[in-house]
């Protein structure tokens, strides 16, 4: 498991990144030491969801990132995805629905933009057409 830590003004180059289970039981700690990127391999037969929190060494506000299940394996631990976590949270818990639901919602779309199909106009000519 890896990625990169950030805030929303700047990467977070040193402090701590815990692995935790739904129970809070540490599965994997590693340090950042002028460097905003981990890496670590949870234990064998690790459940998921796992929870990856960052603690700055600064005092900033830890951020955190839910991770449903062991694939892909690059997980960034931002601002958006504390965000997510927290609103997941609120919905009753860190279940794959309650994840894609906060990620969902938590994407900022104008009203104007916003229909039933989740698109408006004509899609082939929307963004360059098709892709």
């Given at each position: 498991?890896?990625?990169l830590?950030?805030n929303?003004?700047?990467?977070?180059?040193?402090?701590?990144?815990?692995?935790?289970?739904?129970?809070?039981?540490?599965?994997?700690?590693?340090?950042?030491?002028?460097?905003?990127?981990?890496?670590?391999?949870?234990?064998?037969?690790?459940?998921?969801?796992?929870?990856?929190?960052?603690?700055?060494?600064?005092?900033?506000?830890?951020?955190?990132?839910?991770?449903?299940?062991?694939?892909?394996?690059?997980?960034?631990?931002?601002?958006?995805?504390?965000?997510?976590?927290?609103?997941?949270?609120?919905?009753?818990?860190?279940?794959?629905?309650?994840?894609?639901?906060?990620?969902f919602?938590?994407?900022?779309?104008?009203?104007?933009?916003?229909?039933?199909?989740?698109?408006?106009?004509?899609?082939?000519?929307?963004?360059?057409?098709?892709?």
């Open positions: 498991m890896k990625g830590v950030s929303d003004e700047h990467p977070i180059k040193n402090g701590r990144v815990e692995a935790t289970d739904l129970n809070g039981k540490v599965l994997a700690t590693i340090s950042l030491v002028d460097n905003a990127r981990y890496r670590f391999d949870l234990p064998a037969g690790t459940s998921y969801p796992v929870i990856l929190t960052a603690y700055p060494a600064s005092g900033e506000e830890q951020l955190r990132v839910v991770v449903a299940n062991p694939t892909p394996v690059n997980f960034d631990i931002t601002s958006l995805t504390t965000a997510i976590a927290e609103k997941a949270k609120q919905m009753g818990g860190y279940t794959k629905k309650n994840l894609q639901r906060a990620a919602e938590g994407v900022a779309m104008p009203d104007r933009d916003r229909t039933q199909a989740g698109f408006r106009g004509d899609p082939t000519k929307q963004f360059g057409g098709w892709h």
